[in-house]
């Protein structure tokens, strides 16, 4: 067995691999044709015991490991590796293949399943190819590294499933406030996801993992529960909170005793309008049931979502947001004026309230104010921060 930390060796051979097998003469077997073929091969007699290679997997170039063995299997020991490693090639090799396990194998980022008797050129060819992808991923992530990207998302399911597991345990919400129009004075805040997770850089990230992983309840709960702790701590504070669609067919969501709920008088619910609300059975009626409960309704990115008012008269908000598209550049931009001031004057004659978002500069700020808009976002007052930035006005 080669020891982990044998770098002059490392250098030598054509790649380091992990060889997990419970039946220790196949083992013995299987280590010599692959050293043979100029691999070191650490070995391990199962699952669990291949997880002491996890904490460190960079100098693995792959894995190769059967699938039923005691204690932990190889499906099992692949979850395992994608927590640690979203590139780290594993080749899960069985006695008794079946149409689901390796429909599972293939879903959870198996390189490779591989049915036995396996035939010593076959697994050496693979193997090689395997060591291969890992060398052109750490190229590829270097290069992502000096042109200053991180979008490290996992490809497979088990890789997404362990950097959705890492958002929902380090998920936190920024607050941007949203203030008056008149006074400059704080009408509320909008809480924004985020989370410590480098293969889900942005929210955007998150929300495509969820919808992938069928999670968005899960994100919605997470979300929504973290969004009330610190506003429940200030009386008569008005917080906006995002909901992707499909949060309205989450019962939590309607369960008064949950955390929103029981501010529920002072939580705008804000609905995309990026997303279509058609699907959602009894629509109307779930609406109406987060009234019942005290809440009140947004319409976002107003203006840059499905063309027609199927959206606003379902949900007959009592607020929009104009997307920031519409208020970016509006001083220079005629026909965005023009656009802003007619939604405007026709949120008004509706008894709606409008917000102007992404206001960045006097001069868009300058404006909105005059064509009438009620609210104001973006970073001229404040950047997203932990509760409450302090709010600025600019002359």
């Known amino acids: ?10 250098v030598k051979s054509r790649g380091r691999l992990l060889l997990v097998e419970d039946e220790e003469p196949l083992r013995r077997a299987v280590q010599r044709i692959l050293e043979r073929a100029g691999y070191e091969v650490v070995t391990a007699g199962n ?41 780290l090639p594993v080749l899960l090799v069985t006695a008794a293949p079946d149409v689901a396990s390796a429909i599972e194998a293939i ?11 396996v035939d010593p050129d076959r697994l050496c060819e693979y193997v090689q190819r395997a060591v291969t992808l890992r060398r052109m991923a750490r190229l590829k992530r270097e290069g992502l590294a000096l042109l200053g990207q991180s979008n490290l998302q996992a490809a497979d399911r088990a890789g997404l499933e362990a950097s959705f ?15 008056s129009a008149v006074d400059g004075a ?39 529960t973290a969004s009330a702790a610190p506003v429940a701590e200030v009386p008569g504070t008005v917080l906006f909170v995002n909901l992707h669609p499909y949060d309205l067919v989450d019962d939590a969501l309607f369960a008064p005793s949950s955390a929103l709920a029981k501010i529920a008088a002072n939580v705008v619910l804000e609905i995309t309008e990026r997303s279509t609300i058609d699907a959602i ?9 987060l009234r019942r409960l005290g809440f009140r309704l947004a319409v976002d990115d107003l203006g840059a979502g499905y063309a027609g008012l199927a959206s606003f008269a379902t949900l007959e908000p009592e ?23 007619k939604m405007t004057a026709l949120a008004h004659d509706l008894g709606v309230l409008v917000v102007a978002e992404g206001v ?27 509760p409450f930035p302090v709010v600025r006005w600019p002359t």
């Open 1 to 10: 067995m080669v020891s982990m930390g044998d770098e002059a060796d490392l």
């Open 47 to 87: 699952g669990r015991e291949a997880q002491r290679w996890l904490e460190d997997t960079s100098t693995l170039d792959t894995i190769v490991s059967d699938i039923r063995m005691p204690e932990m299997g190889g499906i099992e020991l692949l979850r395992a590796v994608r927590a640690h490693d979203l590139d």
């Open 107 to 117: 879903d959870l980022g198996a390189y490779k399943y591989i049915p036995k008797p």
């Open 165 to 179: 597991g890492r958002v929902l345990d380090t998920l936190w919400m920024a607050y941007q406030p949203i203030i």
């Open 186 to 224: 704080v009408f509320g805040y909008e809480a924004l996801l985020r989370a410590s997770e480098p293969a889900l850089p942005h929210p955007g990230a998150i929300l495509d993992a969820a919808e992938r992983l069928g999670r968005l309840q899960d994100l919605g709960r997470a979300v929504r």
């Open 281 to 289: 059975p009894d629509v109307r009626d779930r609406v109406a049931r």
């Open 319 to 341: 607020l929009i947001k104009l997307d920031m598209s519409l208020v970016r550049d509006i001083d220079s931009n005629p026909v965005k004026r023009r656009v802003v001031e």
């Open 360 to 386: 960045e500069t006097i001069a868009e700020r300058d404006v909105v104010v005059a064509i009438g808009v009620d609210l104001l976002q973006g970073y001229l007052f404040a950047k997203p921060g932990r």
